[in-house]
């Protein structure tokens, strides 16, 4: 299927295909950009959400020491109940700004973190009620505890959240350090809460200790994850920030435990220890704020630059596609357009040009060689070029060879017409030997073998102007006067070989123009022939003929076997455009000269089946060829005959008395068509040729011409004046 699209198609595709999978890859890349933009303004949002969360965290965390406190005293130490009530404002304050920082969160981030902030969310919707409860005295330590343990936990899930979905290695090392100093911090405070009780209380036991034990391990192993992926720049603030503050609060934390297990006196007060751990907490709150801070400021750089490359990847893709766009344009249309020229120039020299100049050529005229160039200028050397030139070469090739083959088929022609001159001439001069001879013959047998001879030289004369008609040249026989058309029908038939079967039927009309009878005897002549040739030989050939509206018809009717409809269609083809002659018409000779004779004339012939099962031709002579006989003139061949045109309806009818037509008072003929012995005649003086003979320029005359199939009724003046007044001989044996 592809193979039969046209150039252009196949052109587009070759191009389309590649720029289609540029552009798919770079919708691909700026796809990426885009996300990358998305996420690092996502992880932006999410950044600057987590500082509301952990500044919540932290308000959090002060509250719950103080109600674990509050509740652990059994509600019977007033300052912790104060201390409740006093960070309960800090948490609705930061509570507040925590739930405008998640109503403006981004959809893409709010989506990320839908199940956290759904937990979250109903975890802070208990706090009114947790607090309800404190203040009624109802609520229990350990609920108390889980309640803002649980509480503190999903907030700081949050922190590690922030770089989901998120391939950049920046603010993945960002989020994870965040989330080790906020977990870290969280740890801190545990350890505050469980150092607290233990100095209050001057006692612990294992469940506190292990506690204590397991948030100290644990906030080491979160502040190594922080020093892990913090930068230089975040570890040094954290040094200078935590370091003064962490060595203490570790110190009093490990003397306190090592004092309570050893049961020696504790020389730490509560508010040393409180205000020793609430610095450190601050300071790594500190650290925690400038960590999401430089997450931000990553996040934005790195939203900032992929926004960037989105920009310069989209406009950069739209340069390459449009300059490959621009040059398959450039190289493509010089390319379509050359090959459309050459289509247009080779089906114009192939549909136009060469015909023309081999019609131009059958005409007979000249050919310019130089002016029948090919008609495409396509002046670039690649494959098209050079194809064209090719064609050029092909197309001067051709035309050299049409010239060459008009040139050898010109000079073929004057040779047949030189021969066929030369024939031409001898046979006339022999036909005027045997008229002679007749005239002077008186012997029935002798003259039935001159009339039989003068047959076969009309043949031959017939055969001859053949290769007149091959040669493109006019027959030189012509009649000043109109000749009937049963007298030209008898010309015919006198041309004919088997010309005993050819039976004619009364024809009534006008007569055919001088200048076109011996082309009209000549083409009727090849159409008997051909009826005779093709007819098995006890049959007759039947001719008729009659005037119609527009002209003569003449039927020539055979009952042969007749031809199947495609080559009814193929000669009639043939006959209505004959085609120039050459070796394929050798076997069908006689109609190419009906078609070359009927196409001069505008007579048109066809051929159709006949009723019998043969085949029968009809010439139908157009009435510009129609004439009215005129009585008196010289119908004598002449080649520059012309004559009077008078309407078809005037033409008289012919009929008229069996007269011999040479001029005899008695007829050659008996009455079953044989030849009789006429006696001798007297010798008088030979009168003069008469000036107006009326027939058919040396139609013979023998005993089968003047059988049953004929009615002689015109005069025919060639005999040498002589009448046969005396009996008739016995009649001669039919040839």
């Known amino acids: 299927m592809l193979q039969n699209w046209p150039i252009r198609s196949k052109l587009v595709v070759i191009l389309v295909v590649p720029l289609a999978a540029l552009a798919v890859l770079s919708a691909i890349q700026v796809r990426g950009n885009v996300d990358n933009v998305r996420a690092a303004n996502r992880i932006k949002a999410l950044a600057a959400f987590s500082i509301k969360g952990n500044d919540l965290v932290a308000a959090l965390q002060a509250e719950r020491y103080a109600t674990n406190a509050y509740v652990g005293s059994n509600y019977m130490a007033a300052g912790p109940g104060q201390a409740t009530v006093a960070t309960r404002g800090p948490v609705d304050q930061a509570l507040g700004t925590y739930r405008a920082g998640e109503a403006g969160l981004p959809s893409a981030a709010r989506d990320a973190l839908a199940t956290t902030l759904a937990s979250i969310s109903t975890r802070l919707d208990r706090l009114p009620a947790q607090r309800k409860a404190i203040d009624a005295r109802q609520a229990q330590v350990d609920q108390n505890i889980i309640f803002y343990d649980d509480l503190v936990h999903d907030l700081l899930s949050l922190n590690a959240s922030l770089a989901t979905g998120s391939d950049d290695v920046s603010l993945v090392n960002g989020a994870t350090t965040l989330v ?17 009780r233990v100095i209050i209380f001057g006692r612990t036991d294992s469940e506190t200790l292990r506690q204590i034990e397991t948030a100290a391990g644990a906030e080491d192993a979160w502040l190594q994850q922080f020093r892990t992926t913090a930068t ?7 040094n200078v920030t935590v370091g003064r503050t962490i060595s203490a609060a570790t110190a009093m934390r490990d003397d306190t435990v090592n004092a309570v297990q050893n049961g020696q006196q504790l020389t730490i007060t509560q508010q040393i220890w409180f205000t020793t751990v609430d610095q450190k907490i601050a300071a790594m709150r ?45 190289v493509a249309s010089p390319m379509i357009r050359h090959l459309r020229k050459l289509r247009r120039g080779a089906l114009e020299v192939a549909n136009e040009r060469l015909p023309g100049v081999v019609e131009r050529l059958h005409r007979g005229e000249q050919v310019d060689l130089s002016a029948e160039e090919f008609p495409v200028e396509v002046q670039s050397t690649d494959e098209i070029g050079q194809l064209a030139e090719a064609f050029s070469i092909v197309h001067a090739v051709a035309v050299r060879t049409a010239v060459e083959q008009a040139a050898m088929r010109k000079s073929i022609g004057d040779t047949f017409l030189n021969l066929a001159r030369r024939s031409q001439a001898l046979i006339h001069r022999q036909l005027k030997v045997i008229d002679a001879l007749e005239r002077k013959e008186t012997d029935p047998d002798e003259l039935e073998e001159l009339f039989r001879l003068d047959h076969l030289a009309t043949r031959m004369r017939r055969h001859a102007e053949d290769l007149i008609v091959l040669s493109g040249s006019k027959p030189a026989r012509g009649w000043r006067r109109p000749v009937a058309v049963k007298d030209v029908v008898r010309g015919a038939v006198a041309e004919v070989e088997d010309y005993t079967r050819v039976k004619v039927m009364p024809i009534d009309g006008g007569a055919i123009s001088g200048h076109a009878v011996g082309d009209v005897i000549h083409m009727l002549a090849e159409l008997i022939e051909n009826a005779t040739s093709f007819s098995p030989p006890h049959t007759p050939v039947q001719v008729n003929g009659h005037e119609v509206s527009n002209g003569f018809v003449i039927e020539v009717e055979d009952r042969g076997l007749g031809m199947s409809p495609e080559e009814f269609h193929s000669l009639n083809e043939r006959l209505a455009n004959p085609p120039p002659f050459d070796l394929s018409t050798s076997e069908r000779l006689g109609l190419f000269v009906v078609g070359r004779l009927a196409e001069r004339h505008a007579i048109s012939v066809e051929l159709r089946p006949s009723p019998y099962g043969g085949t029968m031709a009809i010439v139908l002579v157009p009435a510009t060829l129609l004439r009215q006989p005129e009585g008196d003139g010289d119908t004598r061949p002449e080649s520059t005959a012309t004559v009077r045109a008078l309407p078809v309806a005037a033409v008289p009818a012919l009929d008229g008395p069996a007269v011999d037509e040479d001029g005899f008072g008695g007829s050659f003929v008996d009455a079953d068509g044989n030849l009789a012995v006429a006696p001798v005649p007297e010798q008088p003086a030979e009168e003069p040729r008469r000036q107006d003979e009326t027939l058919i320029d040396d139609l013979p005359v023998f005993a089968t011409v003047r059988s049953s199939w004929f009615v002689a009724d015109r005069p025919r003046h060639r005999s040498n004046g002589r009448r046969p007044d005396g009996p008739q001989q016995p009649s001669a044996p039919r040839p």
């Open 232 to 238: 230089a720049d975040e570890q040094a603030f954290y």
């Open 286 to 330: 500190q650290v925690e704020r400038r960590i999401a801070t430089d997450l931000g400021s990553t996040s934005e750089d790195i939203a900032s630059s992929a926004t960037r490359n989105a920009v310069f990847g989209s406009i950069g893709v739209a340069l390459v596609l449009v300059v490959s766009v621009v040059i398959s344009l450039l």
């Open 180 to 196: 080790g100093i906020s977990r870290a911090k969280e740890e801190a405070a545990q350890q505050r809460g469980a150092i607290g």
